[in-house]
């Protein structure tokens, strides 16, 4: 998480050093006439000249100059803009690491990577994979440290039509110091103590009075807890393995939970720990 960060500032450094050469070079004299700089200043998403410029060659240097900049600037601060698009493009070949191509009914199947950072610390074990399925038009959304979750939230995925999802993984010592490093849900707690317990944490308030409905089910011989919740819509899906607790949260506005419900609790429902 925070290497996209260092790394979008890199960037962002080559891109200045660049910008002031360029810079540089435009007010040297050319025939014995020296031009004068112009000077950039920010202006919505882009930057602008003071001064208009009828020189092609000098035109296109600051052309080529503001698209980095542009792109560099949404890399740093985690703007999923146009300019994130370009840059996923550029790092990742079109593709998000972990998510398949649309199956017959235009959904994708995110598998985390094992290769993927993350782990809580040295003395931590890999953190064990997961996997969802999200409709075509869901994207991976970058994770900041100044989330609220903090570092415990490995991964987001979001789509301006149905909703969003985040997953929390965070470490069973948290919780309890006697889980071993063969945990299961079943240890943490029954279904009503885990999510009065970890409820707070994903909604962020007392979740007194808010739960609708909660159901365990097993797959492949580990146990799930699924809750929905309300205010605000949300639906949890708790698990645990190895030395971590696993949460899946999926949510959305209220108008995309009235025409959505259905896709959401389906990517709430296909989340497993592989």
């Given at each position: 998480?925070?290497?996209?960060?260092?790394?979008?500032?890199?960037?962002?450094?080559?891109?200045?050093?660049?910008?002031?050469?360029?810079?540089?070079?435009?007010?040297?004299?050319?025939?014995?006439?020296?031009?004068?700089?112009?000077?950039?200043?920010?202006?919505?998403?882009?930057?602008?000249?003071?001064?208009?410029?009828?020189?092609?060659?000098?035109?296109?240097?600051?052309s080529l100059l503001i698209t980095g900049i542009s792109v560099a600037s949404s890399s740093v601060l985690g703007f999923p803009g146009e300019g994130m698009a370009v840059v996923k493009q550029g790092l990742l070949a079109g593709r998000i690491p972990g998510l398949s191509e649309p199956d017959e009914q235009g959904w994708r199947t995110y598998r985390r990577p094992d290769d993927k950072s993350g782990g809580h610390g040295v003395g931590w074990s890999p953190i064990i994979p997961y996997s969802f399925s999200v409709p075509q038009d869901f994207e991976e959304v970058p994770v900041s440290i100044a989330d609220l979750g903090g570092t415990e939230i490995d991964l987001r995925f979001a789509s301006s039509k149905e909703g969003r999802l985040f997953v929390i993984v965070a470490p069973v010592l948290r919780f309890a110091d006697n889980l071993g490093d063969d945990a299961t849900i079943q240890k943490i707690g029954p279904p009503e103590k885990v999510i009065s317990a970890f409820g707070p944490e994903v909604i962020g308030e007392n979740i007194e009075g808010k739960v609708l409905s909660m159901n365990t089910v097993e797959h492949d011989g580990r146990m799930y807890y699924q809750y929905e919740l309300e205010p605000p819509h949300v639906l949890i899906t708790a698990t645990a393995a190895g030395n971590r607790l696993y949460l899946f949260s999926v949510t959305g506005s209220g108008l995309q939970w009235k025409r959505h419900y259905q896709d959401l609790k389906r990517i709430s429902e296909s989340f497993r720990v592989i």
């Open positions: 998480m925070g290497t996209t960060l260092f790394s979008g500032y890199r960037s962002f450094s080559w891109l200045q050093l660049s910008l002031s050469c360029s810079f540089a070079h435009s007010s040297s004299s050319e025939n014995g006439i020296s031009r004068p700089k112009a000077v950039p200043t920010s202006r919505g998403n882009g930057l602008v000249d003071k001064e208009k410029d009828n020189s092609l060659g000098i035109s296109s240097r600051r």
